[in-house]
């Protein structure tokens, strides 16, 4: 029962552990919601697959909310980055042009207004970043990641919910059959 409860996690041949339940007071930082969603994820391995479909529920909504409440002036930040992938060399490390992605989709999901599904979203891509951070890394691969997030832009600055669904479509598709490519593809003998 004490398990069902989320009071305690049994992990077989290991014994049964106190789960960590206190809430964080009223006025903690988002820094300590991330944790405390983060820490919701932790202990267990999830499936790959399952955080993609998350992100998509989750980041498809705020993206449509972020174009029915946005001004165009709360896109800059959103601009920058975009700028910041776009001219970023391809001999740069994979994780520079990764931080600016999950950089991206994070100022994306603050402009839906939901600072809780906003913060969900956050503690996905930081769970997917190993995953992201080992795709192949080419001219070819950032040039299709580049212009993907920029028809998300576009769709965001033209308020153009129909091109956001599909720009967003064509996103996910990209980033599933790049991590589903991962799973299929063994690893090297060294």
Excluded: C
């Excluded at 991330?34 to 994820?41: I, K, M, P, V, Y």
């Excluded at 956050?122 to 070819?140: A, C, N």
């Amino acid at each position: 029962q004490a398990q069902a409860l989320g009071l305690v996690r049994v992990l077989p041949r290991a014994g049964a552990f106190v789960q960590q339940t206190a809430l964080k007071p009223l006025g903690a930082s988002p820094a300590d919601s991330a944790n405390s969603f983060g820490s919701l994820l932790e202990g267990e391995e999830h499936n790959l697959f399952h955080l993609l479909d998350a992100r998509k529920v989750i980041e498809l909504e705020l993206g449509l909310r972020a174009i029915a409440r946005r001004q165009i002036e709360d896109l800059l930040p959103l601009r920058l980055t975009l700028d910041a992938m776009t001219s970023i060399p391809v001999l740069e490390s994979r994780s520079n042009f990764v931080d600016l992605d999950i950089q991206f989709h994070q100022q994306l999901a603050r402009l839906g207004g939901n600072q809780v599904l906003a913060l969900l979203l956050e503690t996905i891509m930081q769970r997917l970043r190993p995953h992201l951070e080992r795709l192949p890394w080419g001219e070819e691969h950032r040039q299709i990641t580049t212009q993907l997030h920029v028809e998300l832009y576009q769709a965001l600055v033209d308020a153009d919910e129909e091109a956001f669904r599909a720009g967003f479509g064509k996103h996910q598709t990209s980033s599933y059959n790049s991590l589903l490519s991962q799973v299929r593809t063994p690893p090297e003998p060294r």
